[in-house]
């Protein structure tokens, strides 16, 4: 199974701060990937697929950019419901596996 | 309202069988394929099974093949996972999802989890 590796796994910042993750997968995926979002003791929410599209009603703060091995979401001035763990998650001959997770906390 | 309502946790020793529904609601269900994916506490996600919308198309992740099964009843609207010699390490919540349409596979509608407990 391809692997995910997300980094960093925890990360501290202030509101209005520009956030970058990265997740890098173990053997290229194409666009297949897609970015979640879940805050403590809820589903996760799905921000970004296909690498780059940002999903129906996601704020135009999020944004996702890579293909192959390497990806990152950003998030531009970071707000206040942003704080939450981010995963990224790819797809390989209809087999998904997640990445570790990147928990953004307030500074 | 798209909803998915998943049921059928509890408490189950090793070695046993469980088996987990979802139903859905506010949404095509047979246009859609689905999936089960778990988070144990404290920990991260994990997918678990996806089905494609006619049954045609299942896959497992390795940690259950061959001790879980995936199906669905479109005539229900439900999906269900039947889950055989349950492991202390496959207690988790449990989701149901949705997903978004098209390939390849992402979800983009979550219930809100059963809880799995396996224990003597």
């Known amino acids: 199974d391809i692997q995910l590796t997300q980094s960093p796994s925890f990360l501290s910042a202030s509101v209005g701060d520009r956030v970058t993750i990265t997740c890098r997968a173990s053997?290229?995926?194409?666009?297949?990937l897609a970015w979640y979002q879940q805050k403590p003791g809820k589903a996760p929410k799905l921000l970004i697929y296909?690498?780059?599209t940002l999903q129906s009603g996601v704020p135009s703060r999020f944004s996702g950019s890579g293909s192959g091995t390497e990806f990152t979401l950003t998030i531009t001035s970071l707000q206040p419901d942003d704080f939450a763990t981010y995963y990224c998650?790819?797809?390989?001959?209809?087999?998904?596996?997640f990445g570790g997770g990147t928990k953004v906390e307030i500074k | 309202e798209v909803q998915l309502v998943e049921s059928g946790g509890g408490l189950v020793q090793p070695g046993r069988s469980l088996r987990l529904s979802c139903t859905a609601s506010?949404?095509?269900?047979?246009?859609?394929?689905m999936h089960w994916v778990r988070q144990a506490p404290g920990k991260g996600l994990e997918w678990v099974s996806g089905?494609?919308?006619?049954?045609?198309?299942?896959a497992y992740a390795d940690s259950v093949k061959g001790r879980f099964t995936i199906s669905r009843d479109n005539a229900k609207n439900s999906l269900y996972l039947q889950m055989h010699s349950l492991r202390p390490e496959d207690m988790a919540l449990y989701y149901c999802?949705?997903?978004?349409?098209?390939?390849?596979?992402?979800?983009?509608?979550w219930g809100k989890g059963t809880t799995v407990t396996v224990s003597s």
């Open positions: 999802a949705k997903d978004i349409g098209g390939s390849p596979w992402y979800m983009d509608v």
């Open positions: 506010g949404f095509t269900f047979d246009d859609y394929a």
């Open positions: 089905i494609s919308w006619n049954s045609g198309g299942i």
């Open positions: 053997q290229g995926i194409s666009n297949y």
């Open positions: 296909a690498a780059s």
């Open positions: 998650q790819q797809v390989n001959s209809y087999r998904l596996t």
